[in-house]
């Protein structure tokens, strides 16, 4: 899986970097947030636990996909502001769930 980061801006209202990129899958299934999360991190020297996956997008019939992310500033600002389902599917609880 190949990442690519179309855009980075800042948004100070929100203590928050956004951030859309492209994934580039050929010949693997689609990528699971945490997959996509962690590369991110990587990528952009970020703290795993202040980055949150918004969204993927999967293009239809081809291994592209395009995705929104967001870098908060502390922790506070997170919780406060994404949704409990967003968090959850960001540090995989919801598949703990799912396994019990």
């Not at 991190?41 to 291994?63: N, Y």
């Amino acid at each position: 899986m190949e990442i690519r980061i179309i855009e980075e801006k800042e948004n100070p209202l929100l203590n928050r970097k956004e951030i859309r990129f492209e994934c580039l899958y050929e010949g693997e299934s689609t990528p699971k947030v945490l997959d996509v999360k962690n590369k991110l991190v990587a990528m952009l020297d970020a703290d795993k636990d202040l980055l949150v996956v918004d969204k993927i997008d999967q293009g239809f019939g081809e291994p592209r996909a395009s995705g929104y992310a967001k870098i908060y500033d502390s922790m506070d600002k997170l919780t406060e502001i994404e949704p409990e389902h967003v968090i959850k599917k960001n540090t995989g609880a919801q598949e703990e769930e799912e396994e019990e």
